[in-house]
């Protein structure tokens, strides 16, 4: 079965299980508008209400992230991201219909946890498992330059959108030095 509540400093908490609200967190968690404490505040709000104690954050939170990550105390670190929740919305949306013959507009209480799960089964036919495949193929295997070409131009195509790091002041002075001493003007 999977978690409906969570333990924060002896005190049990109802857990917001909806996949939805998941989401919501993790949208928290990249706004680069928030503090970091915000982030916190936010994501144990919307996971178990407004009435945990400020003093219980830290641990709420550390407690909210392995729920996050569907039980694991941990990030897999060394595998591949292919696939990003909100970039691949519709994809998701359309494999889990074409492989549950769910509707994620008519299902509104699914466990964040079943809904992970439902995307880990998904089979090879679907259409999000058939772009994750594009987006890992070792263009290696192929020798033909024309496929070779033709799967690269598709990995382009689906490639997730990466988030662009903005670059300290240090690399910023770094780059203007290089363009000073090679003589090279910048692009």
């Known amino acids: 079965m999977y978690p409906t509540q969570m333990e924060v400093n002896g005190v049990i908490y109802d857990i917001d299980t909806n996949y939805k609200t998941a989401l919501q967190c ?19 709000a919307l996971l178990l209400g407004y009435d945990v104690p400020l003093e219980d954050t830290q641990e709420a939170l550390e407690k909210c992230a392995i729920y996050l990550r569907c039980g694991k105390t941990k990030n897999p670190s060394n595998k591949e ?3 990003d929740y909100f970039q691949d919305e519709a994809k998701i949306r359309t494999s ?3 492989c549950y013959h769910l509707n994620l507009n008519i ?3 699914i466990h964040w946890w079943e809904y992970n799960e439902l995307i880990e089964g998904l089979t ?9 495949e594009i987006r ?3 263009l290696s295997k192929e ?14 195509f689906y490639a997730l959108e990466k988030e662009e790091v903005p670059m300290t002041e240090e690399e910023k002075k770094n780059i203007e030095q290089f363009y000073k001493l090679t003589g090279y003007k910048e692009v």
């Open 96 to 98: 889990i219909r074409q």
């Open 136 to 138: 890992t193929y070792d």
């Open 107 to 109: 299902e509104k209480d």
């Open 124 to 132: 090879e036919e679907t259409l999000l498992n058939k772009v994750r």
């Open 143 to 156: 020798k033909d330059p024309k496929i070779r070409k033709q799967i690269q131009d598709a990995k382009d």
């Open 26 to 44: 993790f949208q928290a968690i990249n706004d680069k508008e928030l503090e970091e404490h915000e982030r916190a505040i936010v994501v144990v």
């Open 81 to 83: 991201i292919d696939m």
